[in-house]
């Protein structure tokens, strides 16, 4: 869809331009699925910036270009060469995306998510913070960062901790897929709306007038949503609670071992395929999260965490095995979570340095 030249600010990898009252921000790398570059998150960025203090934009609306979804995630392939290159990347970058998420979370004005498709990884940061999230029957969302060495970020420790129960801990430490019903069962999002249905919501949002009240926005998409609350997911909770309800991977283990059932087998199977180290770390950040005030302390501490990752052979390793060669074999480094040390643990829960502080100007 090409915008008229006076209201679009580029037809680039990202798509900025007015349309009546609504902000429209559309990710558009649709061969790429949408993965967000560094240039793309400070447009996003900018973008905020402007409709915040444009008195005629009542709405922000996020959607992604092309068919396949949202958002794919962040660029982990330009990360991946950065670290490689022993280049500094994951420190601008995460530094801009995670203060982004914390904004998206306080936005002023109405924000709108479209969340249809692929949404991973980064598209969650961009998506799940928003005060109105509509997912829809093609929704698979999924914060899998533990198969590249990595944990869930973005605020994924805060919002995966906050899922009832063990259900954010089991999304989090399998990378598991979450449909429509899942992501609102999940607290990651808050309406289903048929995909069908997306264009005419989409047409009334972009008509709704200024000041309207974020309650008021909602009733409006509750009137195309079915209604739907709770996915495949919840009727797993009882087990899911009794596997992942423990503070180490260890343990989580051993009881699905004591599991003969097909889930808990397919479930360990799953999780032997992860990075044991982003597995402990993850595990350790979640639990963390549950007991933390406000999303920005999580983001303060992934931040933190983020850095070491991208200075870890495992990272670019797990990028390697899923991106890069694609032969889904990747060697970890210890290879078992029973060798995960107290010692190689540490560093990713370090005290932040003066330097790496992320939210100083954030309230």
């Not at 004591?258 to 597995?279: C, F, I, V, Y």
């Not at 850095?307 to 890069?324: K, M, N, Q, T």
């Amino acid at each position: 869809m090409t915008a008229p030249a006076a209201l679009a600010d580029s037809e680039g990898d990202l798509i900025v331009r007015r349309e009546n009252s609504a902000g429209i921000i559309r990710l558009n790398r649709p061969k790429a699925l949408n993965a967000v570059t560094l240039e793309m998150s400070l447009g996003i960025d900018a973008a905020l910036d402007r409709f915040e203090s444009d008195p005629a934009i009542a709405v922000v609306l996020l959607e992604g270009a092309g068919e396949r979804g949202l958002c794919a995630g962040g660029d982990v392939r330009g990360l991946y060469e950065s670290s490689r290159a022993g280049g500094d990347l994951g420190k601008i970058f995460w530094r801009q995306e995670y203060i982004m998420n914390a904004r998206i979370a306080k936005y002023p004005k109405p924000y709108v998510a479209f969340m249809d498709g692929l949404v991973m990884g980064g598209g969650v940061g961009l998506s799940a913070h928003a005060r109105h999230r509509v997912v829809t029957e093609k929704t698979k969302l999924a914060m899998p960062e533990v198969g590249l060495g990595f944990f869930p970020d973005v605020g994924g420790t805060w919002l995966l901790s906050r899922s009832p129960g063990e259900i954010g801990t089991y999304f989090g430490l399998t990378g598991q897929t979450m449909n429509g019903p899942d992501a609102i069962y999940a607290r990651f999002a808050d309406a289903v709306v048929p995909s069908s249905k997306l264009s005419a919501l989409r047409e009334v949002l972009t008509k709704i007038r200024p000041g309207t009240a974020s309650g008021d926005v909602q009733r409006l998409i509750d009137g195309f949503a079915t209604g739907e609350a709770a996915g495949p997911v919840a009727a797993m909770q009882a087990k899911i609670d009794g596997w992942f309800g423990h503070d180490r991977m260890e343990d989580i283990f051993a009881a699905l071992q004591r599991d003969g059932s097909e889930l808990a087998q397919s479930t360990l199977k799953t999780l032997n395929e992860k990075s044991p180290r982003g597995m402990v770390v993850g595990l350790k950040l979640l639990r963390l999260g549950r007991r933390s005030s406000s999303l920005e302390a999580c983001l303060v501490r992934e931040y933190r965490a983020a850095l070491e990752v991208f200075r870890s052979d495992d990272f670019r390793e797990g990028v390697r095995a899923a991106v890069i060669d694609k032969d889904r074999n990747p060697r970890w480094s210890p290879p078992r979570v029973e060798d995960v040390t107290p010692g190689m643990l540490a560093p990713y829960l370090a005290e932040i340095g003066a330097d790496e502080l992320v939210f100083q100007h954030i309230t």
